[in-house]
């Protein structure tokens, strides 16, 4: 047997498809806000986010505020002229000197690392010269700027010593914690339960057709070849493949695998999106036709 239904307008499947869409943002976005504040107050992410703090304070490079919050140096000082650059400047190479003959971040034993790398650095500016024969020390040049200096030791601050920083084992154990933690409990997780309830839990109760609301909006339903409603081992491997491939392989894969399945959308005869095409289902009109359950119940409505 096979029932056959009128194809899906192509307007009512775009409408659908952002009906359901704009549910799903709106729904992962309340859940992002409530699981950072959730996860954030939880005491592995507490003591994730404190370990980075104390590890930016003892370098002697950040700025602590009264909310316990850390800003660079040099972002938080925001020079408006010469004269607060000039008064600045000496602060951020006292601050960029006293890390880099930190032990605790360099091995000072090393003839290329700790404070003499800051001695080079300055030196390949081009800005300053050597205070000494020795060629322990430097100083700026007379003909340059405080602006000049301020942005220079802006950049070295930002570009360079923040990143030595980075290599420090705590931090990285503490930065991957925050990381993992944002990526998968607060990002990955609410996108993950906002799909399931939109594209699984919900065709669940709308069964018939395996609607989803926009579905339900613009009269449309899924249906298998034969032109009834999915089974739901059908139905569970459509999601499936909806869920891991379009959805979860393109956060990581450049939104790829969803491309191709609009693509899908867009030039197949049937407009089969990637997930239809591979589970043998149609999406179709059913503003006027009866999906029907299985083959007994069209048996039995096409005898009364």
């Known amino acids: 047997m096979e029932v056959t239904f009128t ?33 954030g107050g939880m005491p592995f992410y507490q003591n994730a986010s404190n370990k980075i703090k104390e590890i930016e304070m003892a370098s002697h490079l950040y700025y602590k505020d009264e909310k316990g919050d850390t800003t660079i140096l040099c972002d938080h000082y925001k ?19 006293d890390f880099y003959r930190d032990s605790f971040f360099f091995n000072q034993s090393d003839s290329e ?44 601050m930002k570009h360079q010593a923040v990143s030595y920083i980075a290599q420090n084992v705590d931090y990285i154990n503490s930065a991957r914690t ?16 906002s799909v399931i309830i939109y594209e699984f839990i919900i065709p669940l109760i709308f069964k018939r057709g395996r609607k989803t609301i926009g579905k339900y909006l613009f009269k449309l339903g899924v249906v298998d070849q034969k032109g009834l409603s999915p089974s739901f081992a ?6 499936i493949l909806f869920y891991l491939v379009e959805i979860m392989l ?50 039995k409505a096409k005898q009364d």
């Open 79 to 97: 020079p408006e002229n010469e004269e607060q650059c000039e008064q600045y400047n000496p602060q951020l190479n006292q601050a960029l000197s």
């Open 250 to 299: 393109s956060i990581v894969a450049f939104l790829i695998p969803f491309i191709v399945s609009v693509s899908m959308f867009f030039f197949t005869k049937n407009n089969q999106t990637f997930h239809d095409y591979i589970a043998g289902t149609y999406v179709v009109n059913c503003e006027s036709s009866r999906i029907f359950m299985n083959k007994e119940e069209y048996t």
């Open 178 to 193: 925050l990381n993992l933690t944002f990526i998968f409990l607060i990002l990955v997780l609410p996108i993950s339960i």
């Open 113 to 156: 690392s700790g404070y003499t790398l800051y001695i080079k650095q300055r030196m390949d500016t081009g800005l300053f010269i050597y205070t000494d024969d020795s060629h322990t020390d430097v100083a700026p040049k007379d003909d340059v700027k405080a602006s000049e200096l301020y942005q220079t030791y802006t950049s070295l």
């Open 7 to 39: 194809k899906a307008k192509f307007s009512s499947r775009v409408f659908s498809f952002m009906v359901d869409l704009f549910l799903m943002i709106v729904t992962a976005l309340g859940l992002v806000i409530g699981f950072r504040y959730l996860f």
């Open 234 to 239: 059908r139905f569970f491997a459509r999601f």
